[in-house]
């Protein structure tokens, strides 16, 4: 299924899960419980050394990810192995898509091997945080040869002819940040939330608003305010944290995050109900 | 010299989202002021550069050196500014322009604690509150440099991730200017980052080859044959060679760490060295297409010096260009060779240099006989901040110039 299609018929719900956190086989399962409990999309990180754009909860997900030897190879066997039929998302820095290859150092047709190989192993797009659009182009060249979407982060910050460049350029959907600075979960939502909308509202592609959501209120605020989905990721990481923290069973943690999906959705659809008796 | 954001195929802008706009301030900043001079931002800088940090910086002969070498060797004392080390240039540079910018707060990364004083020195000095991000390893091994830091009014944030030295302070700095662009200005302590800092730190640095042209055209009657500077990130390397690199009979050596080896442990994810130019290869690091120390999957090595301050898996673009396009040339000195070339000028000419800065004497003393008859070496800095780590060192090593340390264990003021 296409990323657009994701969100057609009803307000979608997008977690995050860093991908081999805090082990392969547990990352398995803790992705899959996100589907079982109602992510429509779902965004998987690949773990970057130097994540620059991600606070604390993500950037702990990544070290434990990386010290489980997570890499770019074992990531693609992660997508292969996994049994969900919901879009997935590549979520990771532009160092890690331009180095591989085959040897060492970047390949000459750079970043279309990674692309290829996503593409093959049923990846549908990325979000790469550290690629403005104006170092885009090689890769969405990549992704159109492929069939891949290539989704932007639009800031509260972004403005001007740099927005009119991304709206050229993303496909998929567009991933609206809340508010500034890095990733993390948050106890309330953001007001610029509402203007950063209303910039990317005549955009033909889904607005998916992501950084600092929390809970099944938040979600539901976020889609009466007239975005198409909703993006999760620091509140779900925390979940895995403190499973491996206290030695949890995977069966345990999973379940819980069945659950928290269950009440991001539950909101979502909540916040589309209220929308559409208000309008 | 330029103010591209490229340099060939290096540079560029790869930076989150919210970081753009505060990159495009700054780009317009710094074609006004510093490239333009309006409001006379520069005749301010130039200003204070001289009343504040003591410039013109000396162009020295060393008589030792040049007798023991049998060539010209003259020294550009950096280690005279203001602080200790050529970072002041840059720091009240940009701690002026975030003034003129009309921010309110400066944030900086610190590696050996150099560029934090410095910063913290000039935000003093320009009245701007400052937070400085520093790595726990790098805290415990520059502890002087943190304690100038607080003493200057500044705060020190350490940095848990990672092994805690440089590339993590960059990327928890980089983390908060994602959240407090609008009223914050990120002064980046080397010539690398998002453009515009890797164009606009060289010019501020630029002062250092600027003066050195001129006083060695006044005390050797030429152009010197060979200019050495060591390199870590790059921005005393870039202050050094940028008004000679039009002057083609001028060698430039960009003197890196070799460490304990030029070897990868890719296993380990280490490097035990941090010679970037001479051993890495093209990535995207810290906003920056650049060359990187990086496995092949592109993930990011830790490094190693003796030198905090050269230990870094990044450098700057336009150095990386440079060497390229064989303008300059990257040499290595390892951590026993920079070691014996800190004593070396200790010894010989009663300057003690940083570790970082040992390394280019460490070039000198092992090349000089293929460098020319005229020899500049940049004195990027002073070695008060690394006593500790030298004499630690020392004691760890045979080297037959060291003076005699068991001195130091006698009189009860060093490692038992």
């Given at each position: 299924?296409?990323?657009?299609?994701?969100?057609?018929?009803?307000?979608?719900?997008?977690?995050?899960?860093?991908?081999?956190?805090?082990?392969?086989?547990?990352?398995?399962?803790?992705?899959?419980?996100?589907?079982?409990?109602?992510?429509?999309?779902?965004?998987?990180?690949?773990?970057?050394?130097?994540?620059?754009?991600?606070?604390?909860?993500?950037?702990?997900?990544?070290?434990?990810?990386?010290?489980?030897?997570?890499?770019?190879?074992?990531?693609?066997?992660?997508?292969?192995?996994?049994?969900?039929?919901?879009?997935?998302?590549?979520?990771?820095?532009?160092?890690?898509?331009?180095?591989?290859?085959?040897?060492?150092?970047?390949?000459?047709?750079?970043?279309?091997?990674?692309?290829?190989?996503?593409?093959?192993?049923?990846?549908?797009?990325?979000?790469?945080?550290?690629?403005?659009?104006?170092?885009?182009?090689?890769?969405?060249?990549?992704?159109?040869?492929?069939?891949?979407?290539?989704?932007?982060?639009?800031?509260?910050?972004?403005?001007?002819?740099?927005?009119?460049?991304?709206?050229?350029?993303?496909?998929?959907?567009?991933?609206?940040?809340?508010?500034?600075?890095?990733?993390?979960?948050?106890?309330?939502?953001?007001?610029?939330?509402?203007?950063?909308?209303?910039?990317?509202?005549?955009?033909?592609?889904?607005?998916?608003?992501?950084?600092?959501?929390?809970?099944?209120?938040?979600?539901?605020?976020?889609?009466?305010?007239?975005?198409?989905?909703?993006?999760?990721?620091?509140?779900?990481?925390?979940?895995?944290?403190?499973?491996?923290?206290?030695?949890?069973?995977?069966?345990?943690?999973?379940?819980?995050?069945?659950?928290?999906?269950?009440?991001?959705?539950?909101?979502?659809?909540?916040?589309?109900?209220?929308?559409?008796?208000?309008? | 010299?330029?103010?591209?954001?490229?340099?060939?195929?290096?540079?560029?802008?790869?930076?989150?989202?919210?970081?753009?706009?505060?990159?495009?301030?700054?780009?317009?900043?710094?074609?006004?002021?510093?490239?333009?001079?309006?409001?006379?931002?520069?005749?301010?800088?130039?200003?204070?550069?001289?009343?504040?940090?003591?410039?013109?910086?000396?162009?020295?002969?060393?008589?030792?050196?040049?007798?023991?070498?049998?060539?010209?060797?003259?020294?550009?004392?950096?280690?005279?500014?203001?602080?200790?080390?050529?970072?002041?240039?840059?720091?009240?540079?940009?701690?002026?322009?975030?003034?003129?910018?009309?921010?309110?707060?400066?944030?900086?990364?610190?590696?050996?604690?150099?560029?934090?004083?410095?910063?913290?020195?000039?935000?003093?000095?320009?009245?701007?509150?400052?937070?400085?991000?520093?790595?726990?390893?790098?805290?415990?091994?520059?502890?002087?440099?943190?304690?100038?830091?607080?003493?200057?009014?500044?705060?020190?944030?350490?940095?848990?991730?990672?092994?805690?030295?440089?590339?993590?302070?960059?990327?928890?700095?980089?983390?908060?200017?994602?959240?407090s662009v609008e009223n914050t200005h990120y002064v980046i302590g080397s010539v690398v980052g998002p453009a515009p800092f890797p164009a606009?730190?060289?010019?501020?640095?630029?002062?250092?080859?600027?003066?050195?042209?001129?006083?060695?055209?006044?005390?050797?009657?030429?152009?010197?044959?060979?200019?050495?500077?060591?390199?870590?990130?790059?921005?005393?390397?870039?202050?050094?060679?940028?008004?000679?690199?039009?002057?083609?009979?001028?060698?430039?050596?960009?003197?890196?760490?070799?460490?304990?080896?030029?070897?990868?442990?890719?296993?380990?994810?280490?490097?035990?060295?941090?010679?970037?130019?001479?051993?890495?290869?093209?990535?995207?690091?810290?906003?920056?297409?650049?060359?990187?120390?990086?496995?092949?999957?592109?993930?990011?090595?830790?490094?190693?010096?003796?030198?905090?301050?050269?230990?870094?898996?990044?450098?700057?673009?336009?150095?990386?260009?440079?060497?390229?396009?064989?303008?300059?040339?990257?040499?290595?000195?390892?951590?026993?060779?920079?070691?014996?070339?800190?004593?070396?000028?200790?010894?010989?000419?009663?300057?003690?240099?940083?570790?970082?800065?040992?390394?280019?004497?460490?070039?000198?003393?092992?090349?000089?006989?293929?460098?020319?008859?005229?020899?500049?070496?940049?004195?990027?800095?002073?070695?008060?901040?690394?006593?500790?780590?030298?004499?630690?060192?020392?004691?760890?090593?045979?080297?037959?110039?060291?003076?005699?340390?068991?001195?130091?264990?006698?009189?009860?003021?060093?490692?038992?």
């Amino acid at each position: 299924m296409s990323l657009e299609k994701a969100f057609a018929d009803e307000p979608a719900f997008v977690p995050y899960l860093a991908v081999g956190d805090p082990t392969y086989e547990q990352s398995l399962a803790y992705v899959e419980a996100l589907a079982d409990g109602g992510a429509d999309v779902i965004e998987l990180g690949l773990p970057f050394s130097e994540p620059i754009a991600e606070g604390p909860t993500i950037q702990e997900a990544i070290v434990r990810a990386l010290d489980g030897g997570m890499t770019p190879d074992r990531f693609f066997e992660f997508v292969e192995e996994l049994d969900v039929d919901v879009p997935l998302v590549c979520m990771t820095y532009y160092n890690l898509i331009y180095q591989y290859g085959e040897g060492v150092g970047a390949p000459a047709d750079a970043p279309r091997p990674f692309v290829k190989r996503a593409a093959e192993a049923g990846i549908a797009g990325f979000v790469v945080p550290d690629l403005p659009p104006e170092e885009a182009d090689p890769l969405r060249e990549a992704c159109d040869e492929f069939g891949l979407d290539l989704v932007f982060i639009v800031a509260p910050t972004t403005k001007g002819e740099r927005l009119e460049t991304m709206q050229e350029l993303v496909s998929g959907y567009v991933y609206v940040q809340a508010r500034l600075g890095t990733t993390g979960a948050r106890e309330d939502v953001s007001d610029q939330t509402d203007q950063s909308l209303a910039r990317v509202a005549d955009w033909d592609v889904p607005k998916a608003v992501g950084f600092g959501i929390k809970t099944g209120e938040h979600a539901e605020r976020i889609i009466r305010a007239g975005a198409d989905g909703v993006i999760v990721g620091s509140a779900l990481v925390d979940i895995v944290a403190a499973g491996h923290e206290q030695g949890e069973d995977t069966a345990v943690v999973a379940d819980q995050l069945r659950e928290k999906a269950a009440e991001l959705k539950d909101g979502a659809l909540a916040g589309a109900a209220a929308r559409s008796q208000s309008s | 010299m330029s103010t591209e954001s490229k340099f060939g195929e290096y540079g560029g802008q790869y930076v989150p989202e919210a970081l753009m706009p505060a990159i495009e301030e700054l780009t317009d900043a710094y074609e006004r002021y510093v490239r333009n001079n309006e409001d006379g931002f520069m005749d301010e800088f130039r200003e204070r550069l001289a009343d504040f940090g003591g410039r013109p910086m000396p162009l020295q002969r060393a008589d030792q050196l040049s007798a023991r070498y049998d060539t010209e060797v003259y020294l550009k004392r950096e280690d005279l500014l203001h602080g200790g080390a050529h970072k002041l240039n840059n720091a009240l540079g940009q701690v002026l322009l975030a003034k003129y910018m009309g921010k309110e707060r400066i944030i900086a990364e610190t590696g050996a604690g150099q560029h934090g004083t410095a910063t913290a020195m000039a935000a003093a000095h320009l009245d701007m509150p400052c937070e400085i991000y520093m790595g726990e390893t790098d805290i415990a091994r520059q502890r002087p440099n943190v304690f100038r830091i607080r003493i200057n009014g500044a705060e020190v944030n350490p940095v848990t991730a990672g092994r805690g030295t440089l590339k993590e302070a960059i990327s928890e700095t980089m983390r908060d200017w994602s959240q407090s662009v609008e009223n914050t200005h990120y002064v980046i302590g080397s010539v690398v980052g998002p453009a515009p800092f890797p164009a606009m730190v060289r010019d501020f640095q630029s002062v250092i080859s600027a003066e050195a042209r001129e006083q060695i055209q006044e005390k050797y009657g030429d152009l010197p044959d060979s200019v050495l500077a060591c390199a870590g990130g790059g921005s005393n390397t870039m202050g050094t060679f940028s008004e000679f690199v039009d002057d083609e009979s001028v060698g430039l050596y960009a003197v890196e760490a070799g460490g304990s080896s030029l070897a990868v442990d890719e296993n380990a994810g280490v490097a035990p060295n941090s010679a970037t130019l001479s051993t890495g290869d093209e990535g995207v690091l810290h906003g920056a297409r650049t060359k990187l120390l990086q496995d092949t999957d592109g993930q990011i090595m830790e490094s190693h010096s003796i030198s905090a301050g050269l230990d870094y898996a990044g450098v700057g673009p336009e150095l990386a260009y440079l060497v390229d396009e064989n303008r300059v040339e990257a040499v290595n000195i390892g951590d026993d060779a920079a070691l014996t070339a800190f004593h070396r000028l200790s010894q010989d000419e009663g300057i003690i240099p940083a570790l970082e800065t040992a390394h280019a004497f460490g070039y000198l003393e092992q090349h000089h006989d293929s460098l020319g008859d005229c020899v500049i070496v940049n004195v990027s800095g002073r070695g008060d901040k690394d006593l500790e780590t030298v004499i630690e060192e020392t004691e760890n090593r045979d080297l037959p110039i060291a003076p005699d340390m068991s001195l130091f264990r006698t009189l009860g003021g060093g490692p038992q």
